[in-house]
């Protein structure tokens, strides 16, 4: 029996999915809530829109910062939104949301 290889997934390979798969908006639903809202990468963030129509920018660094803290938490409770400073950003949630979407079964690196 062979050993199964998980693909790594680096951030900066994460950034430019996110610059490929949302060149076009397209709508996602957060984790923890049935609430819906769309993203979309352009001029280098993430713009968000909520259901609410707030629009909510997310930078790069923000990302990044993200990234590597949901990198160092265990798998199972990476994209439980209490393991994270609250104060780190306000767009935590659509920030979790998009990293489970597009990290789906890699190891985040």
Do not use: C
């Given at each position: 029996?062979?050993?199964?290889?998980?693909?790594?997934?680096?951030?900066?390979?994460?950034?430019?999915?996110?610059?490929?798969?949302?060149?076009?908006?397209?709508?996602?639903?957060?984790?923890?809530?049935?609430?819906?809202?769309?993203?979309?990468?352009?001029?280098?963030?993430?713009?968000?829109?909520?259901?609410?129509?707030?629009?909510w920018a997310i930078e790069r660094?923000?990302?990044?910062?993200?990234?590597?803290?949901?990198?160092?938490?265990?798998?199972?409770?990476?994209?439980?939104?209490?393991?994270?400073?609250?104060?780190?950003?306000?767009?935590?949630?659509?920030?979790?949301?998009?990293?489970?979407?597009?990290?789906?079964?890699?190891?985040?690196?």
């Open positions: 029996m062979g050993i199964d290889i998980v693909p790594q997934l680096k951030f900066d390979e994460f950034w430019s999915l996110l610059a490929t798969e949302l060149a076009s908006s397209k709508k996602f639903s957060l984790l923890s809530q049935s609430k819906e809202f769309e993203a979309k990468y352009s001029g280098g963030r993430i713009l968000v829109t909520t259901s609410s129509n707030s629009l660094s923000t990302m990044h910062e993200i990234w590597d803290k949901a990198s160092a938490i265990e798998e199972t409770r990476r994209y439980v939104g209490t393991n994270y400073n609250q104060s780190t950003t306000r767009t935590l949630s659509y920030i979790l949301t998009l990293i489970k979407h597009f990290v789906a079964n890699r190891k985040m690196e």
